[in-house]
T-cell receptor, first 113, second 112 residues
Framework: KQEVTQIPAALSVPEGENLVLNCSFT??????LQWFRQDPGKGLTSLLLIQSSQREQTSGRLNASLDKSSGRSTLYIAASQPGDSATYLC????????????FGKGTRLSVIA | DVKVTQSSRYLVKRTGEKVFLECVQD?????MFWYRQDPGLGLRLIYFSYDVKMKEKGDIPEGYSVSREKKERFSLILESASTNQTSMYLC???????????FGPGTRLTVL
């Protein structure tokens, strides 16, 4: 059974730092990997999706990479801002059909001004 | 903009009550999902539906049922609410073509 792990569970950084969030998964036969953001008390918002054939995806200050063979993904946030403070979750989809996403528990990020 | 709405942001119910949580999406998505989210346990899938009238159990279906009579509406039912069902409940729908999943704002349910 696929398991998705995110370490650390919480991270606090000063404003302006570049940072990396980690995600690992046990079964490398994934279809795609997705990163989400969740603000306190709110629903999740999709950030980036990386297909299994891709190595990375970029959106603004966010860059997500995927190393399928080693079962790892990273989310790089450049020049962090207090508004980036949120919980970041990664999730994997195992095939192109109706299989649900398997989520990690998330990393809670605090960017201190 | 895709919109997923949930009937209540906060709900307080008593043990033994029947509880309905409703979710509506406005983008004609086939797939819809119900999750609960608890500190330390993360997001757990309760039920999902990939078509009208079709439903599949997720990881923790016990104590819950669902209804999907129309494509845009997916309801989660707690037949007899218990205190261990106090949680944040999140509904989502999926755009199958882009594989983008859209979440509602959540319902924080407290069962006393």
């Amino acid at each position: 059974k696929q398991e998705v792990t995110q370490i650390p569970a919480a991270l606090s950084v000063p404003e302006g730092e570049n940072l990396v969030l980690n995600c690992s998964f046990t079964d490398s036969a994934i279809y795609n990997l997705q990163w989400f953001r969740q603000d306190p008390g709110k629903g999740l918002t999709s950030l980036l999706l990386i297909q299994s054939s891709q190595r990375e995806q970029t959106s603004g200050r966010l860059n997500a990479s995927l190393d399928k063979s080693s079962g790892r993904s990273t989310l790089y946030i450049a020049a962090s801002q207090p508004g980036d403070s949120a919980t970041y979750l990664c999730a994997v989809r195992m095939n192109s059909g109706n299989t649900p996403l398997v989520f990690g528990k998330g990393t809670r990020l605090s960017v201190i001004a | 903009d895709v919109k997923v709405t949930q009937s209540s942001r906060y709900l307080v119910k008593r043990t033994g009550e029947k509880v309905f949580l409703e979710c509506v999406q406005d983008m004609d998505h086939e797939n819809m999902f119900w999750y609960r989210q608890d500190p330390g346990l993360g997001l757990r899938l309760i039920y999902f539906s990939y078509d009208v009238k079709m439903k599949e159990k997720g990881d923790i279906p016990e104590g819950y049922s669902v209804s999907r009579e129309k494509k845009e509406r997916f309801s989660l039912i707690l037949e007899s609410a218990s205190t261990n069902q106090t949680s944040m409940y999140l509904c989502a729908s999926r755009d199958y073509l882009t594989d983008t999943q859209y979440f509602g704002p959540g319902t924080r349910l407290t069962v006393l």
